[in-house]
Nanobody, 128 residues
Framework: QVQLVESGGGLVQAGGSLRLSCAAS?????????MGWFRRAPGRERDFVGA????????IYADSVKGRFTISRDNAKNTMYLQMNGLKPEDTAVYYC????????????????????WGQGTQVTVSS
């Protein structure tokens, strides 16, 4: 089994920055698994934010965060990060990290259905 734990959320003013962390553990976790960030704002479904491919060489971002958010991974620490700059009130949401099991030949890293493991979420609140 794989466990994911997010941290780093909090309250920040518009224009500010936060860095979220997602620490993965479990003997079956592999740094070759695709990982992603999603968020759920009040009254909305869980939306894609960004993800990293299995190789770690490709990052994809939602249009709403492109140019402001950056994903990185430290495979030695089994940790993925989400650097969020230029935060806006509409970024307010619970942020979740997710990982897949690498059992399929290919993976759509933007799709919720692709992910097998989820963290508990961390709240990000951006005040205007």
């Amino acid at each position: 089994q794989v466990q994911l734990v997010e941290s780093g959320g909090g309250l920040v003013q518009a224009g500010g920055s936060l860095r979220l962390s997602c620490a993965a553990s479990g003997r079956t976790f592999s740094s070759r698994y695709a990982m992603g960030w999603f968020r759920r704002a009040p009254g909305r479904e869980r939306d894609f934010v960004g993800a990293t491919s299995r190789s770690g060489n490709d990052m994809i971002y939602a249009d709403s965060v492109k140019g402001r958010f950056t994903i990185s991974r430290d495979n030695a620490k089994n940790t993925m990060y989400l650097q969020m700059n230029g935060l806006k009130p509409e970024d307010t949401a619970v942020y979740y990290c997710a990982a897949e099991r690498g059992t399929t030949p290919a993976v759509d890293i933007m799709a919720i259905r692709s992910y097998d493991y989820w963290g508990q979420g961390t709240q990000v609140t951006v005040s205007s």
